[in-house]
């Protein structure tokens, strides 16, 4: 069974403060790896991709991938209230394995 | 450039009854994923699509539930013969083509009464 996991939290982080969410997967074969956001409710909105090993930076976000490692994380600086939401870690598969699939969520609250 | 459009958006059906819930991707992409998530729990992966073909239906429970995606139209999810617990929130998600980005729709809430 290839999952991806995630520290399920929740995770409270003060206002102005780094965000950090951690998410790993077993499918060494994995390429494409994302981070959505997903408020009550709502449908879950894509924040970042990464491909390749290493940072990238959009904005606050920060995406960090190390395939060695089987390792995604993603940083939020100066966190703000309204990054309160769950966050969803989601990688496609290797191989003949096309899915997308997704972390159970890490649930991110920013205290004022 | 149109996002990604679910409808309904809200469907309530009698345990029995047929549910048909539609995904139209957006303009250029050919690739839907369809999940289900129930109240505080995660994005549960049922079927991959591409147009004209099921790619992968590991998720897919063997009966009452079906998917097509078909040349022309929106891709439609069959849930036949509903039980209260098919209650569910159902998301689309669209990929120009596969291992690259996917979007989302707003999902379709079904209640079954």
Known sequence: ?112 | NAGVMQNPRHLVRRRGQEARLRCSPMKGHSHVYWYRQLPEEGLKFMVYLQKENIIDESGMPKERFSAEFPKEGPSILRIQQVVRGDSAAYFCASSPTWNTEAFFGQGTRLTVV
């Open chain 1, 1 to 112: 069974q290839k999952e991806v996991e995630q520290n399920s939290g929740p995770l409270s982080v003060p206002e102005g403060a780094i965000a950090s969410l951690n998410c790993t997967y077993s499918d060494r074969g994995s390429q494409s790896f994302f981070w959505y956001r997903q408020y009550s409710g709502k449908s879950p909105e894509l924040i970042m991709s990464i491909y390749s090993n290493g940072d990238k930076e959009d904005g606050r976000f920060t995406a960090q991938l190390n395939k060695a490692s089987q390792y995604v994380s993603l940083l939020i600086r100066d966190s703000q209230p309204s990054d309160s939401a769950t966050y969803l870690c989601a990688a496609t598969g290797g191989g003949s394995n096309y899915k997308l699939t997704f972390g159970k969520g890490t649930l991110l609250t920013v205290n004022p």
